[in-house]
């Protein structure tokens, strides 16, 4: 038995720039950090040789060409496994639509359960390379790069997406009770939406490579990630709300889809009782909303948005690990 434990993410400043519809002409930028909210891979070898897949469905196959599960599938074509396996996964939070990055903090988990299968040791890079390739180039998945590095990585990071298509990770230099306070200051909160981030990634895409306008709006997203690095790296607090408050109005000029009446009303009422600032994680338009406040407000915020559930997010260290592998 081998299991994987793999970490979402919360991303905070810079989203959209880790399109290649951006990073190819101008060098992207993002802001993000997991959190202790996971997806988690069970596998086991079969006895008879086939493949039993269980997510939200169950399959039971014979060949891997036959599995229906697009990442399940890809992941062991590109891994070449050729004996049976059972393979089992499960989330903290619901995968589907949450703006957490969960399709790839599973694909990167998965990765990592087969390697550990495998007697092999991947490095961080290469979980995150793998599965950017499994997602976009393989899957199809008109998506960007900063997903699959928050999940393999792990940690608060600046993650840099080069015109050549390299990325670079860079953990942010900031002291542990300075975490300690910027975690406190975070408020969650569901929106009881879900929604497929690609649809709005493929229009996002399509205006940066037919807008100038789209892409300097996408310039001073990135610019503020370089802003919001020095806010952390000094211990200075009081400033990254409204950092967050103004990437937020640059985030939603650039797609329609990306907020709406609702996550408006939201936002409006978390601003009204104490939030500096604050924006949708992920690509838009549902999932979580998260909102930086002094502490002393949370209780006000809470009571203004009681409709909505509150989620706890810590922020997580290590990224994806094995948890259990009896293997060896």
């Known amino acids: 038995m081998i299991v994987s434990k793999t970490p979402l993410r919360m991303s905070f400043i ?20 997991s959190i ?28 891997i060409k036959d599995i229906e599960h697009p990442l399940f599938r890809e992941t062991l074509d590109f891994l070449e496994i050729k004996n049976g396996l059972e393979i089992s996964s499960m989330a903290d939070i619901p995968s589907k639509g949450s703006g957490l990055g969960s399709s790839s903090s599973f694909t990167v988990g998965l990765l990592n359960a087969l390697y550990a299968y495998k007697n092999i040791n991947p490095t961080k890079s290469m979980l995150a390379e793998q599965a950017c390739n499994i997602e976009i180039i393989r899957c199809g998945e008109k998506i960007g790069k900063q997903d699959q590095y928050a999940a393999s990585f792990g940690g608060l ?52 490579k037919n807008s100038d306008t789209k892409t300097k709006i996408l310039d ?18 009081k400033n990254l709300g409204k950092i967050l408050d103004e990437n937020w109005n640059l985030k939603k000029s650039l797609v329609d889809k990306i907020t709406n009446p609702i996550i ?46 509150e989620v706890n997010f810590k922020f997580d260290s290590f990224g994806s690990e094995i948890i259990l592998n009896t293997n060896k």
Not at 47 to 55: E, G, K, Q, V
Not at 175 to 204: H, W
Not at 274 to 293: E, Q, R
């Open 157 to 208: 990071n600046l993650i840099e997406f080069n015109q050549n298509g390299s990325v670079d990770v860079n953990p942010l230099n900031a002291d542990i009770e300075f975490i300690d306070e910027f975690e406190k200051n975070i408020i969650v909160f569901f929106t009881g939406i879900t929604r497929k981030a690609s649809s709005i990634l493929v229009q996002q895409s399509n205006y940066i």
């Open 36 to 63: 202790k909210k996971y997806v988690y891979i069970a596998l086991h070898p079969k006895f008879d040789n086939n493949f039993r897949l269980s997510y939200s469905k169950t399959e039971d196959v014979t060949h």
């Open 264 to 309: 408006e009303e939201i936002y409006s009422i978390a601003k009204n009782n104490g939030a500096a600032g604050g924006k949708l994680l992920g690509a838009g338009s549902g999932g979580f909303v998260m909102f930086i406040a002094n502490p002393k407000y949370h209780d006000q915020i809470r009571n203004k948005l009681s409709n909505l559930k």
């Open 14 to 33: 810079g989203g959209g720039s880790d399109l290649p519809a951006y990073y190819i002409k101008n060098k992207g930028a993002v802001i993000s950090t």
């Open 220 to 237: 001073k997203m990135v610019d503020l990630c370089y802003v919001f690095k020095n806010e952390v790296e000094n211990n200075d607090i």
